[in-house]
């Protein structure tokens, strides 16, 4: 699961990098117009409840998973309320040739998610719930660089740490088929994560051709 998100996920994404600050030269950073397009369009994804891991929650009859299922949903709750405080702060996303298609693809990532996190194949939402705490770490950091930009003040995450997450990982895994399954909807969360940061480049290129 972790090599998963090393490889696949936010953390591994030249844009997210971007966004974040992470190439250590002041000329890569984005500009407030880029960052306020990145959280508009997190917001679109991740910003309405119920989110991924609430739907993951009523599909899981894990014992092992319960505790981790409640703070994760609690965690993302604050999340979901920071990013939507950090996405007002930073102003609408700026114009961009193909608005309306832009919001359309988003909009049909919202709906693979919100059918992934409810599948009935055992692991499976558990996989994408679980790909998402462990990412959002990487997505946490463009988030606190927008707020950090506008004045506002990260708060706190209060998200279910690495260790505990991948401790639900173990403890729910190690049958064949409910290990493809937790993969595959890990697989699913991450692909959807770079499908928007790929958009999100794409948009940012426009915009500087224009």
């Avoid at 040739?97 to 693809?105: H, K, R, V, Y």
Wanted: proline share 3%; net charge neutral.
């Amino acid at each position: 699961m972790e090599a998963l998100v090393t490889a696949d996920g936010t953390g591994a994404h030249s844009y997210a990098h971007q966004a974040a600050g992470d190439q250590g030269m002041r000329d890569a950073l984005l500009s407030l117009s880029d960052l306020a397009d990145a959280a508009y369009y997190l917001c679109l994804l991740h910003g309405r409840h119920p989110g991924v891991i609430d739907h993951a929650a009523t599909r899981s009859a894990d014992n092992a998973a319960r505790q981790w299922l409640i703070q994760a949903a609690d965690g993302f709750a604050r999340e979901r309320a920071y990013l939507t405080q950090v996405t007002v702060a930073v102003g609408p996303a700026p114009s961009t040739a193909g608005q309306a298609d832009c919001e359309t693809t988003v909009s049909q990532q919202r709906h693979a998610l919100d059918m992934l996190a409810q599948s009935d194949r055992r692991g499976c939402a558990l996989g994408a719930a679980i790909a998402l705490v462990l990412d959002w770490r990487a997505v946490r950091r463009v988030l606190d660089k927008a707020a950090i930009r506008v004045g506002i003040e990260p708060a706190p995450s209060t998200l279910p740490d690495r260790a505990a997450t991948m401790a639900v990982a173990r403890a729910i895994g190690g049958d064949e088929a409910i290990d493809r399954a937790i993969q595959f909807g890990a697989r699913q969360l991450l692909s959807q994560h770079r499908g928007l940061w790929d958009l999100l480049a794409a948009r940012a290129q426009v915009r500087a051709r224009s």
